[in-house]
C-alpha cells in the first residue's frame, strides 16, 4: 500500500526583504495510514513551514510532496482548497474557533464548504460533538467555554468531514497539564481505535512522548527519526481516574 | 444553488453577530434610496403640475403681438408698434386653414363703480369668439353675442375677483349696472375662475366687454380698428408650429414685408411656453436627484467602510475558513452577499420610506403624488449595485488573504 504521505526533497525559501531564508532544506520523509507522528524543534526549525506544506496551506519551492497518490504541489489554490476541507483536520493551539458564533455551527463549517445539505450538516455535527462529549454544549460559544471544551470543539471540527489526515499544531500549547493530558488522550484514542493519521507539532517533550514516531527538525531539516514512547510512562496513573470522573 | 444559500445563512449570522454596527450600515443606505425616491416622486410631481397647469391655458392657443418700432435707432419691445389690425384678424380666419377661430382684445384699465364699492380693473375689449378660443368658460350668465358687438351693446362679462370686490357674498351680479368713465353697463355673465397663472398674476381680475364698446366708450379710438393682440385657436390635431408658420405667412402678405425685412409681429405659443417651463421642471429635479444620489454614494462608501473594518476584524475568521476548505471565490461571495444583503434591505426600507415621504410632502405642498415603478425598480437595482460595488474591494482583499498569515493574525 501506497504511504499516505510521501516527501521528496522538499525545499521552501522565503524572501524578507532583501535576505533569502531557506525554511526547509530538502525534507524527504514517508508516513504511513494509521502512524501518530510527533514533529519537534526548536522555533525557526522549519517545522511549522513542514506543517503548513502538509496541511496544503502552503506549497514548496522545490521537491515534491504526495498525498494519497496525488501530487500536491502542482495544485492551484482552489485545488488546495479542496484538498483541505476533504481530507484534512486541523487543530490549532489558540483553538481558532470563529468568536459568537455557537459550538455546533463551528463544527458544521467544513460541510458549509463541501456541499453537504443543511439537515446532514447539522446531523453531521451533531454526531461529532457527542463523539467528544459535548452534547450539551452544542449552543454555547467559545467565550462560554473552558479552554479544553473550545479545543475538543475544534476536534470535532476537524473530525466532521471523516478527514484522512489530523495535523495539530501545538493542540495542548494554551492549555493546562491536566487539560492537555485529556486533549492528547482523545488524540491517542482516535488514532489506537480509529486508525486515523495524527501528525502533532510540539515542543514539549511530555507532549511528543504521546506519539509512536518522533521528528526532530533543525536548521530545516531532519535530524532524527526515532520510534516515540507511544504514551508509555507519560500516562500518569491520574488518567483512570479522570475516566472515572467524566463517566461519573 | 446549495452553496448560496449556505452563503446566505453564513452571511446573515454575520450581520447579526453585528446588530447596531448593521443597523447602522443600513440606515445610510436607507437614507441614500429613500432621498432618491423622494425627490424623484416630487419631481415627476411637480413637473405634472405644471404641465396640467399649462394645459389648462390650452396648448393650442397662439397670441399673435404687433412687433417692435424703431424710432431713431430705439426698439420700443414687442407690442410697441400698432401694426396689427381688426381686419388682419379677419383676414386670419378667412384665409387660414390650420385655424379653428380667432378673436383679438385691446386692454386698458379704468375704475368701476357699483353702489358705494369700486375697483380699478383691466377691461378687456374683445369678440364673442374670445370664450372659445381662451379656453374660458362661463360660471353664471352668458358672454356677449355677434349682435351685442354689432350694436356696441354696454353689457360686461366679470371675472370673479372684480365679482368679489364689488358685491356682497351672495348678492347676484346678474343684471347690475356698471359705472366706468360715465357710461352704464349691465352684467351679462360672470366667467369661471381660471386661478392665478404659473407667473403670479391674477387672471380673474378683470372686465370684459366687446370690442366695439370698448373701443367707443372706454378706451378711446384714437387708432380705430388696432388691437393689441391677435389670438388664435390652432385646430384640433393640427400641430400649432404649422399654425404659426401659416399666420407669418398670411401676415407678412398683408403688411407687404419684402423677404428681406423682419416680421413687425410675433407668433406666441403656449406649446413653446409649455416646453420651456416642461425643461426647467426637469433640470430641477435631476438637480435634486443629482443631490440625493449623493447621499446614496456616501451610504455605499459606508458599507466599503464597515466591510473593510469587518474583512480585518475578521482575518481570523476568514483564515480558518480557508483551512476547512473555504475557496477564494467562496470568501468573496460571502462578503458580496454581507454587502448585498445590508444594501438591499437599505433599499427595501428607503423605499417605503421614499414613498411615505413622497406622499407626505406631496400632501403638502398640494402636488399630485406621482407613483413611478420605475423609480422603485431603479432603487432596488442601484442600492444592489452600489452592495456589489461597493462590496467588491473588501471583498476582494478578503479573498486573497493569505490562510495562514491570517491564521496568525491577532
Same mark, same amino acid.
Given at each position: ?81 479542496? !484538498?483541505?476541507?476533504? *481530507? ?92 492537555? !493530558? ?67 | ?12 449570522? %454575520?450581520?447579526?453577530?453585528? *446588530?447596531?454596527?448593521?443597523? !447602522?450600515?443600513? !440606515? ?205 385657436? %390652432? $385646430? ?161 482583499? %478578503? ?8 491564521? $496568525?493574525?491577532?
Amino acid at each position: 500500500m501506497n504511504p499516505l504521505i510521501e516527501t521528496h526533497g522538499l525545499a521552501k525559501e522565503f524572501a524578507r526583504g532583501d535576505i533569502r531564508v531557506l525554511a526547509l532544506r530538502g525534507v524527504s520523509v514517508s508516513i504511513q495510514r494509521g502512524e501518530f507522528v510527533a514533529i519537534v524543534g526548536k522555533s525557526g526549525s522549519g517545522k511549522s513551514t513542514f506543517m503548513n506544506i502538509l496541511g496544503c496551506l502552503d506549497r514548496p519551492s522545490e521537491g515534491k510532496f504526495v498525498l494519497e497518490g496525488q501530487d500536491v504541489a502542482g495544485l492551484s489554490k482552489d485545488e488546495r482548497a479542496e !484538498l483541505r476541507g476533504q *481530507k484534512i483536520g486541523f487543530v490549532f493551539q489558540a483553538f481558532n474557533l470563529i468568536p459568537r458564533t455557537s459550538a455546533q455551527e463551528n463544527v458544521e463549517l467544513p460541510l458549509i464548504y463541501s456541499g453537504v445539505s443543511r439537515a446532514e450538516q447539522a446531523r453531521r455535527a451533531q454526531e461529532s460533538l457527542e463523539r467528544l462529549g459535548l452534547r450539551d454544549r452544542s449552543e454555547h460559544h467559545p467565550s462560554q467555554l473552558s479552554g479544553g471544551e473550545q479545543q475538543r470543539v475544534a476536534i470535532a471540527r476537524a473530525l466532521v468531514n471523516h478527514p484522512q489526515l489530523l495535523l495539530a499544531d501545538e493542540p495542548t500549547g494554551n492549555l493546562d497539564t491536566r487539560t492537555s !493530558l485529556e486533549i492528547m488522550k482523545i488524540l491517542m484514542q482516535l488514532n489506537r481505535a480509529e486508525g486515523l493519521t495524527v501528525i502533532l507539532v510540539t515542543h514539549e517533550p511530555e507532549i511528543a512522548a504521546f506519539a509512536d514516531r518522533v521528528l526532530t527538525f533543525k536548521d530545516g531539516e531532519i535530524v532524527s527519526d526515532e520510534p516515540g514512547l507511544s504514551g508509555e510512562g507519560v500516562l500518569p496513573a491520574s488518567l483512570p481516574e479522570e475516566k472515572e470522573a467524566k463517566e461519573a | 444553488m446549495k452553496f448560496l444559500r449556505m452563503t446566505l445563512v453564513a452571511a446573515l449570522r %454575520a450581520l447579526r453577530r453585528n *446588530k447596531m454596527r448593521s443597523a !447602522l450600515t443600513i !440606515l445610510g443606505i436607507v437614507i441614500g434610496v429613500a432621498a432618491v425616491i423622494t425627490t424623484v416622486g416630487l419631481g415627476q410631481g411637480a413637473s405634472e403640475a405644471v404641465q396640467s397647469q399649462i394645459r389648462s391655458l390650452g396648448t393650442n392657443l397662439l397670441v399673435v403681438v404687433p412687433g417692435t418700432r424703431t424710432r431713431g435707432g430705439a426698439h420700443s419691445g414687442w407690442g410697441g408698434a400698432s401694426t396689427l389690425s381688426v381686419t388682419d384678424a379677419r383676414a386670419l380666419e378667412r384665409e387660414a386653414t390650420g385655424i379653428r377661430a380667432v378673436s383679438y382684445i385691446r386692454r386698458g384699465s379704468a375704475q368701476v363703480l357699483y353702489g358705494n364699492s369700486n375697483w380699478r380693473t383691466t377691461i378687456q375689449a374683445t369678440t364673442p369668439s374670445y370664450l372659445d378660443v381662451s379656453d374660458s368658460a362661463m360660471a353664471q350668465g352668458d358672454f356677449f353675442d355677434e349682435r351685442d358687438m354689432k350694436n356696441g351693446a354696454r353689457v360686461a362679462v366679470l371675472g370673479g375677483t372684480l365679482v368679489g370686490q364689488l358685491f356682497e357674498v351672495g348678492e347676484d351680479p346678474i343684471g347690475a349696472v356698471l359705472r366706468i368713465k360715465e357710461a352704464s353697463f349691465r352684467v351679462i355673465g360672470v366667467l369661471e375662475s381660471k386661478g392665478g397663472s404659473s407667473f403670479g398674476s391674477d387672471r380673474d381680475d378683470l372686465l370684459l366687454v366687446p370690442f366695439t364698446t370698448g373701443e367707443r366708450r372706454i378706451l378711446g379710438a384714437t387708432l380705430p380698428g388696432v388691437v393689441e393682440q391677435i389670438i388664435v385657436s %390652432a $385646430r384640433t390635431g393640427a400641430s400649432a408650429h404649422e399654425a404659426s408658420l401659416e399666420i407669418e405667412d398670411i401676415l407678412r402678405q398683408r403688411h407687404r414685408l419684402r423677404p428681406a425685412q423682419e416680421n413687425d409681429f410675433t407668433v406666441h405659443s403656449q406649446e413653446e411656453i409649455a416646453n420651456t417651463m416642461g425643461s426647467v421642471t426637469r433640470i430641477l429635479s435631476s438637480v435634486l436627484m443629482g443631490i440625493a444620489s449623493i447621499s446614496l454614494l456616501v451610504g455605499g462608501i459606508g458599507i466599503m467602510n464597515i466591510l473593510l473594518v469587518s474583512v480585518t476584524e475578521r482575518t481570523r475568521e476568514i483564515g480558518i475558513r480557508m483551512a476547512v476548505g473555504a475557496k477564494g471565490s467562496h470568501i468573496l461571495v460571502q462578503f458580496l452577499v454581507e454587502a448585498m444583503i445590508l444594501s438591499m434591505i437599505g433599499g427595501m426600507i428607503g423605499i417605503i420610506l421614499g414613498l411615505v415621504g413622497t406622499q407626505v410632502i406631496a400632501h403638502f405642498a398640494e402636488i399630485p403624488f406621482v407613483f413611478s415603478p420605475g423609480a422603485i425598480v431603479g432603487a432596488v437595482l442601484f442600492s444592489g449595485s452600489v452592495g456589489i460595488f461597493f462590496g467588491f474591494y473588501p471583498a476582494r482583499k %478578503a479573498s486573497n488573504l493569505d490562510p495562514i498569515a491570517s491564521l $496568525r493574525y491577532e
